[in-house]
């Protein structure tokens, strides 16, 4: 959802242990579900948007307008349905919060300092190595798709009916993509030296310090404050 | 040195299905997902993650494949939302359960159809159930019919989806970039 943002060390938010963003992004992620008080996720989304500027991510206008559209089309279907703006209200912040606590704590996670992290857990290491993969052939995978796509729209209705066309210009070429990747990436693994029965060496594992817990305090906080809303007052 | 379970190739393409599987969720979530029809984004989705869970299941073969995939796109899905992570995760070990015990593996062309539809239709209710937990004035009205409609939905197209998989898996066959077993 969002872009990957800056150098390895660009903000204090990248600097982070990659398991405290995601501990608090897990946190928020669970407690928005159980929230339904409009002012308390608004608290979260809040907390998370302050983090979305101190890692200094920009959105362009078209990803905003996006968002707000999609946002807004959430709520008015949800308004139809339950005639509360309360409720209406809920939905597209719990939302808010889903798509962002993981989401920006993912976009700042360098795949070096991922591998890093994962490489200290016990996932064996064809594992860490997949992962790192999905994580980098993702964005690559997603621009050879949308490149399918637009070819199946030049070459127009000449290709037979929609499923037709979407059989023979997207799935077929996607299907042959993944191969054509699989047997790539496996010979340069391979030549590298690569295999997953050995354990992969780290020269520096990240290591949580003072910044981690001040950021873990601060999310405690808008969590506690956000519990209050709902539950306390 | 002891030899893996699996090799680096199979690591690699199950990487690739699931980042495959995770291109598809992209485009269809949120086209479906604002419609808040009960199972309808899992039906949709499971036209296209069937087929590239059939291709992936004919490839590697071997039990605890599905898991592999699955497990390896459940723990991509945990940076979007531990939630789907708990669901996905619960479909792959539902699918991966019963072809293992059923199959015990998955040669052949019966086993891999199956075990991507069983993975589809196992991670509907494990969704519900999530939510159920965390939203239960919402879910607990939801009538058993509309429940049952889902999850039929979710088998029909599951079910075509995996089996156009198992048709492009002929082709790449006959292009020699898959091992196609006859049976």
Not at chain 1, 121 to 133: E, Y
Not at chain 2, 62 to 67: A, D, I, N
Not at chain 2, 78 to 93: D, K, R, T, W
């Amino acid at each position: 959802m969002f872009p990957a943002s800056g150098p390895v060390n660009a903000t204090v938010i990248h600097r982070l242990h990659p398991f405290s963003k995601m501990g608090v992004g897990i946190l928020f992620s669970i407690l928005a579900l159980c929230i339904e008080n409009p002012w308390a996720l608004a608290v979260m989304l809040g907390y998370m948007v302050l983090v979305l500027c101190t890692a200094r991510i920009r959105l362009t206008t078209r990803q905003w307008t996006m968002i707000a559209l999609f946002l807004t089309v959430i709520f008015v279907l949800d308004f139809l349905a339950s005639q509360s703006s309360v409720h209406a209200a809920t939905y597209p912040l719990r939302f808010g919060v889903f798509l962002t606590a993981m989401p920006i704590l993912a976009a700042t996670t360098a795949p070096q300092q991922m591998t890093r992290a994962l490489s200290r857990t016990a996932l064996p290491a064809g594992v860490v190595m997949a992962l790192l993969l999905v994580w980098r052939f993702f964005p690559l995978m997603t621009e050879e798709a949308r490149q399918m796509r637009q070819a199946a729209m030049l070459r127009g209705r000449t290709g037979g009916n929609l499923p037709t066309r979407f059989y023979r210009g997207f799935l077929v070429p996607l299907a042959f993509c993944v191969i054509e990747y699989t047997d790539r990436i496996t010979l340069a693994l391979e030549l590298r030296g690569f295999t997953p029965s050995a354990r992969r060496t780290c020269h520096q594992p990240p290591r949580a310090g003072v910044r981690d817990v001040i950021f873990g305090f601060l999310a405690m906080g808008a969590a506690g404050s956000a519990s209050f809303l709902q539950w306390g007052a | 040195m002891k030899k893996p379970l699996w090799t680096t190739r199979e690591y690699v393409f199950a990487a690739m299905i699931s980042a495959a599987l995770l291109v598809v969720a992209s485009i269809v979530i949120p086209f479906t997902l604002p419609l808040r029809i009960p199972g309808l984004t899992n039906a949709v989705n499971g036209l296209f993650g069937s087929f590239f869970l059939v291709i992936g299941l004919i490839r590697l073969k071997k039990p605890g494949s599905l898991l592999l995939i699955t497990g390896i796109y459940s723990l991509i899905c945990l940076s979007v939302s531990p939630l789907v992570f708990a669901f996905v995760l619960i479909g792959g070990i539902f699918g991966e359960t019963v072809c293992t015990i059923l199959f015990k593996g998955y040669h052949g062309r019966l086993a891999p159809v199956c075990g991507a539809v069983l993975y589809e239709m196992g991670m509907f209710p494990a969704a519900m159930v999530l939510s159920f937990f965390f939203l239960p004035e919402r879910y607990q009205e939801l009538a058993p019919w509309i429940f049952i409609v889902a999850e039929i939905a979710i088998f029909t197209t599951s079910l075509i989806g995996a089996l156009i998989g198992l048709k492009v898996a002929r082709e790449l066959s006959r292009a020699g970039r898959l091992q196609l077993e006859e049976s």
